[in-house]
């Protein structure tokens, strides 16, 4: 039986050990989904100077990865070439590689299921993955953009086992992507970063690992108040969306220049931020992420009127 001293002792040196590994890069970090999120996210870290394996269950995927073809951004191809030529990445089918990495970073799609209500069964099907392979003193992080609750009502879990606890034999958090495809002036290295972890420890780990390879890292007080900030961010946008394209229907009728209209009201150094019209909610979030938000907060008594 280990005494409470020495569970305190074995928690402490589970940290220190990750936090070296993450400052001399000899941390082996797994990326989980080789989308728009995962690609970007396993050439930054790579550049940095870790090694990256990378799982997909597209057999494709993986095959371009390896041959150094960027299917994200073209532009970008050379880099990953010569990062896969200086075997600093391996994109793998094969989840057995969660058990020889230090840290696990979960980017897989959150879509809707036909009832609009949160399909997160790619998220649970990992998620069963890296508990099958999971060993002491791993950091495992979710980036998939999901309903606030998930990272410690699903995932946890699925990990805390007898002799696995959050914050002590291993370390959990939440981290949300930020992407904006075909941005040339935001990507993943200088977009700032907000992360929440199930512990303290499990905060500042992650946060450590963050810093690595982005300037600025906010810390959440827990998982949750990270997952309803990434929906925070992503119904602003399909609020205003939606309210800007309506008054240029609006304008049209009433022979008003919308465009004139938002430079107009640009001009005020507060309380205002352009938003343009155009072809309406698309993407990968947009039109997804207030379902999200509605579904839970049935579970609350409360509905989401306006949203």
């Excluded at 269950?57 to 299917?71: A, E, H, P, T």
């Excluded at 200088?190 to 810093?211: D, H, M, P, R, W």
């Excluded at 600025?216 to 609020?239: G, H, Q």
């Amino acid at each position: 039986m280990i005494s409470g001293l020495e569970m305190k002792v074995k928690e402490k040196n589970n940290r220190k050990r990750l936090e070296e590994k993450i400052r001399n890069k000899s941390a082996k970090i797994c990326i989980i989904g080789l989308g728009y999120v995962g690609l970007p996210l396993v050439i930054e870290f790579a550049k940095a100077g870790f090694f990256i394996y990378g799982i997909d269950d597209n057999l494709k995927r993986v095959r371009d990865v390896n041959s150094g073809i960027n299917y994200i951004v073209k532009k970008d191809s050379g880099l990953l070439n010569e990062l896969i030529k200086n075997k600093k990445i391996k994109a793998t089918c094969d989840h057995s590689v969660i058990n020889k990495s230090d840290i696990i970073i979960i980017c897989v799609p959150t879509p809707l299921t036909k009832f609009k209500q949160p399909d997160i069964s790619y998220v649970e099907t990992v998620s069963r993955h890296v508990s099958e392979h999971i060993r002491e003193g791993q950091l495992i992080i979710l980036e998939s953009t999901t309903y606030p609750g998930t990272t410690e009502e699903i995932l946890l879990p699925m990990f805390d086992k007898k002799v696995f606890k959050a914050g002590k034999n291993y370390f959990l958090a939440f981290s949300p992507e930020r992407v904006d495809p075909g941005n040339k002036d935001f990507n993943t290295a200088n977009t700032a970063k907000i992360i929440g972890g199930v512990t303290k420890n499990c905060s500042e780990l992650t946060k450590a690992l963050y810093e690595e390879i982005i300037s600025d890292v906010y810390s959440a007080t827990s998982p949750r108040t990270a997952e309803m900030t990434k929906l925070l961010e992503n119904i602003f946008r399909c609020v205003n969306i939606a309210l800007v394209n309506e008054l240029a229907l609006l304008c049209k009728r009433m022979n008003i220049n919308i465009w004139e209209v938002v430079e107009l009201a640009s001009t005020k150094p507060y309380g205002f931020m352009p938003f343009y019209p155009g072809p309406g909610l698309g993407g990968h979030c947009i039109p997804i992420d207030p379902f999200y938000l509605t579904w839970k907060a049935k579970e609350f008594d409360f509905q989401t009127k306006f949203i």
